[in-house]
């Protein structure tokens, strides 16, 4: 039986997308392994590119192109970054014309919360912000059992409620909603009901400071090579 060859860009060596050649040159596309999606599917490349012509699509697509391009500066020797996420918010709010935006943050990022809807509000935008735990409905009603609660069986607990951050946002009328902290399937759900274009500014990583790919770069140390044990599922 012949084993179905699927797309595996993250174990590519060659590239073949990102080619070292002349603006006015023809990417080669023939040296791309098997599994390159160029390959496999390229039908679906070639629609693609009817949706980045609708001029909607293309601008926002442009607008983020501007930003990527802006977050680096030539220097002496070459090139460097100079852009923080937090800058980059600002400035593709400000490059799409967005006002009003919306903050969906995690309960335990409160503080975080508080200085990012500081900072916004000083370069002028009007900030409308969710908790996760908004409407206060306790965990059971979820079907969660009293032993699976954080903080014990006897405390009550407010369920995260990313569905309802969500439709908060939706009904005042956000240009934009930003995403601090919710925990991983919680972004999930905020992310299937909201209606507004979105970003994410951070994740949840209670152990590493909301940044998880320190846990991959400590990887081939003792710290974290727990993670490449080969286990079944």
């Known amino acids: 039986m ?65 930003q990527e391009y802006e977050c680096y500066e030539r220097v002496d020797g070459g090139m460097r970054t100079k852009n923080p996420r937090i800058l980059e918010l600002i400035q593709f709010a400000k490059k799409n014309d967005y006002h009003k935006l919306g903050l969906a943050f995690c309960g335990g990022l409160a503080k975080e919360a508080q200085m990012l809807t500081d900072v916004l509000e000083n370069k002028g935008f009007e900030v409308i912000s969710v908790c996760c735990k908004v409407g206060a409905e306790p965990k059971e009603s979820i079907g969660i059992r009293s032993e699976e609660k954080i903080m ?34 919680h972004d999930t759900l905020f992310i299937k009901y909201c209606e507004s274009p979105m970003t994410v500014i951070a994740v949840k990583d209670r152990v590493t400071g909301h940044n998880p790919l320190a846990a991959l770069y400590l990887t081939s140390s003792m710290y974290y090579s727990r993670l490449m044990t080969k286990e079944e599922y």
């Open 2 to 66: 012949t084993e179905e060859i699927h797309s595996m860009c993250s174990r590519c060596a060659k590239r073949t997308c990102t080619p070292f050649i002349k603006s006015n040159e023809a990417p080669v596309k023939d040296g791309a392994p098997d599994f390159c999606p160029m390959k496999l599917m390229p039908d679906v490349l070639e629609n693609v590119k009817e949706e980045y012509r609708k001029p909607d699509v293309q601008e926002f697509a442009r607008l983020a192109s501007v």
């Open 152 to 185: 014990g069986p006897d405390n009550f607990e407010s369920m995260c409620n990313p569905i309802a951050q969500a439709e908060l946002l939706n009904r005042q009328n956000i240009d934009f909603a930003v995403l601090l902290g919710l925990c991983i399937g």
